[in-house]
């Protein structure tokens, strides 16, 4: 059995057992959610398994590009590329053309050679993240590179001995995913230079995002691609200047907008997904084909092909899609599923645009990798998202999930464009928000927070290096899911409409861009015309949760006026940083409920109370609104439990839930 199934029935026989044996201490009330979980999809085994309908050809549909410039297009790619299916090489050469957009003169080029990640166990990323990354690992022929062949001026002067590569973020010889070019003549504010590059890849079996497997290749991060060149103002900069790093264990990526023509030469019987649309129809020759693919406002260019792919397509338009052509590249083994492929790509599109903005691009490909090749799946580029490969005939709403996930990436990813080196929760929080929010209003699954925010054994600050994280759980626990806690406690607070306000200002102003942290805490305080400096301070910046608990309870009989009362004191504790008012619930032996609700801004209250009975128990956040409490445990308490059972409850259950939670996250 996998040990990550163990560990679940493992979590959920001592859930279970904790439950039954604290209902019987009269605290069943403190596990109450209301929150589900998803399921799969039923399965309809008794009805007759039609035959499903051959798949159309994949048509040359050729587009135009639109007039109108959404970005500043600081970058132009013509590249040609053969797939050498039997050595897993790509043959390149591409003309690439960089516009100074700053106000100084530039001497130098920074590009990456990601593929160069691959080249042995000594690079920067395979050493931080083992030959791992998620749950897919490194074969013995996990192995890649890239070579610059040739390097030159339009005027065809050498500049190979120029270039040398760099390591700016730990110095390590053995990397050489980062490269600086001192160019003979510095770029002029505005001014363009353009270089011409042959270059080959040797794809590795893939498990990173990169590769292939089988017959099926996932070319991502696969050409020598520029740095971004930050102008002044830009993220928060005083200065412009490149902003460089090297291939990370856990970082993705960060590029500048531009525009892509690529001709992807492969066999005949493969079929192409590919970043943009067709510029001109397929040529077949000599046993093979060529595809033309356009693409600009974007800033990056990936492709896919498999001769397995069974394409399917259709045309989708709602308010905010003014027109896309959706394109499947299934697996076979997931060609029945199309309509839950589709179904799920157009609600995904239909919301966002709703909720965010236009979708501005006239194509969307999703790919499903085979089994065998889910290190390809579960990523994005622009107009193209992979999903999960097709391990499961009969996926559960994984499936959804994926398609809507990576399609949400197209705007906080794709159009927004944060610097994921180093503000990654700007683009994978805000996706696995965005995401939560599809799922629960096309299909109904809701997201069980409180265990969620459970997870968060070892809270750590958003705003930091990709890299600084101690693991790539660490990494996912963070990024994904306390980025998304975060934005749902300022929804918490300021209610759904005024968040969806913030999100889409957010959007429209910064689409294009390269936003920061502190352009988005600057979105939410225009929005409510409020200051956040002290959420952003603790949540974001830092590495606080909100934890509020039952410190103590005190009941003492008293008289007053001849009658038998009692004395009820209750201690409320926050460990951390405000979320805003919380609501605390008294219950007393004669029935009466007694809700309070307290600003939570002190790191205590006092609640004291004389009344007829006495007090049975106090809770505190009672309905789990508190989506930065990771430790529930503490909410509720019981008066007539002496402190040395509390005690021995509290911290026992506590330090086993966060050993739990923390073995099974991400």
């Known amino acids: 059995m996998n040990p990550r199934y163990a560990k679940r029935i493992l979590l959920f026989a001592l859930a279970a057992v904790i439950i039954g044996v604290t209902a019987r201490q009269g605290f069943g009330n403190a596990w109450v959610s209301q929150y589900t979980f998803a399921s799969v999809p039923a399965k309809q085994d008794g009805a007759p398994k039609q035959a499903a ?6 048509p040359d549909n050729v587009m135009q590009p639109k007039p109108v410039a959404l970005s500043k297009r600081v970058t132009e790619y013509h590249i040609d590329v053969t797939l050498q299916e039997s050595t897993h090489m790509l043959q390149g050469e591409q003309s690439v053309t960089w516009t100074n957009p700053g106000k100084q003169q530039v001497s130098e080029l920074y590009f990456h050679f990601y593929p160069n990640a691959f080249r042995s166990k000594d690079t920067t990323f395979m050493k931080e993240s083992g030959g791992q990354l ?9 192995t890649g590179y890239m070579n610059l062949l040739s390097l030159q001026t339009t005027e065809g002067y050498s500049l190979l001995p120029r270039l040398h590569f760099v390591q700016p973020d730990d110095g390590n010889p053995s990397d050489l995913t980062l490269a600086k070019l001192k160019l003979p003549t510095p770029v002029a504010p505005g001014k363009s230079v353009t270089l011409r590059m042959k270059f080959e890849v040797k794809l590795p079996e893939v498990f990173a ?15 020598p691609k520029l ?15 490149w902003n460089v790093h090297q291939y990370h264990g856990n970082s993705e990526f960060y590029s500048d907008f531009g525009i892509y023509s690529v001709k992807i030469n ?8 590919a970043t943009g649309f ?11 084909k060529t595809y033309q693919f356009y693409a600009d406002d974007v800033h990056d260019f990936g492709w896919s092909a498999s001769p397995d792919f069974v394409y399917y397509e259709e045309p989708y338009s709602t308010t905010g899609v003014p027109g896309v052509r959706i394109k499947l590249y299934l697996d076979p083994q997931h060609a029945d599923l199309k309509d839950r492929y589709m179904h799920a790509a157009k609600s995904a599109l239909a919301k966002y645009a709703q909720w965010y903005g236009e979708y ?57 464009a944060s610097n994921e080196f180093e503000e990654a929760w700007l683009d994978e929080g805000f996706t696995s928000y965005a995401e939560d929010k599809v799922m629960e209003s096309e299909y109904g699954v809701a997201p069980n927070l409180p265990v969620e925010s459970s997870y968060m054994t070892d809270p750590a600050p958003l705003k930091q290096l990709s890299w600084s ?18 934005l749902i406690g300022i929804e918490k607070q300021v209610g759904e409409a005024t968040m969806r306000k913030i999100m889409r200002t957010y959007f429209q102003k910064f689409k294009f861009k390269h936003p920061s942290t502190a352009d988005f805490q600057k979105v939410v305080e225009s929005v409510t015309k409020t200051k956040w400096n002290d959420y952003f301070s603790h949540f974001v910046y830092g590495d606080a949760m909100s934890d509020y608990s039952v410190a103590s309870i005190h009941v003492n009989p008293v008289k007053q006026d001849g009658k038998q009362l009692f004395e009820n004191v209750v201690l409320i504790k926050k460990s951390g940083g405000s979320v805003g008012p919380v609501t605390i619930m008294l219950h007393f032996a004669d029935g009466t409920v007694m809700p309070k609700v307290w600003d939570g801004q002190d790191a205590h209250i006092q609640i004291k109370i004389v009344h007829s009975a006495k007090l049975l128990w106090a809770a505190v956040d009672p309905q789990n609104d508190n989506v930065l409490d990771n430790k529930h445990i503490n909410n509720f308490m019981k008066a007539d439990l002496d402190a040395k059972t509390r005690t021995r409850w509290s911290v026992g259950l506590s330090k086993l839930l966060e050993t739990l939670f923390s073995s099974l996250a991400w």
């Open 360 to 416: 501005p691009y006239t194509t969307l490909s999703i790919v499903v990798p085979p089994k065998g090749g889910n290190g390809a799946g579960g990523m994005e580029y622009p107009t193209l998202v992979t999903a999960f490969s097709a391990e499961n005939s009969n996926p559960g709403y994984d499936l959804e999930r994926t398609v809507v996930h990576e399609i949400g990436h197209q705007y906080w990813y794709g159009m927004v």
């Open 209 to 223: 995002r990169m590769g292939y497997a089988g017959n099926f290749v996932m070319a991502g991060q696969w050409f």
């Open 227 to 241: 740095a971004v060149y930050e102008t002044a103002g830009t993220r928060g900069r005083t200065t412009e200047g």
């Open 469 to 486: 994280y101690q693991s790539n759980n660490h990494y996912a626990e963070n990024v994904y899911i306390r980025a998304k806690l975060v």
């Open 134 to 142: 998620r749950e897919d690992k490194a074969t013995a022929d996990s």
């Open 278 to 288: 067709q510029a001109k129809a397929s040529v077949v020759k000599d046993g093979r």
């Open 53 to 58: 309908p051959p798949a159309p050809q994949e």
């Open 266 to 273: 492969v066999p005949s019987a493969y079929k192409v997904a």
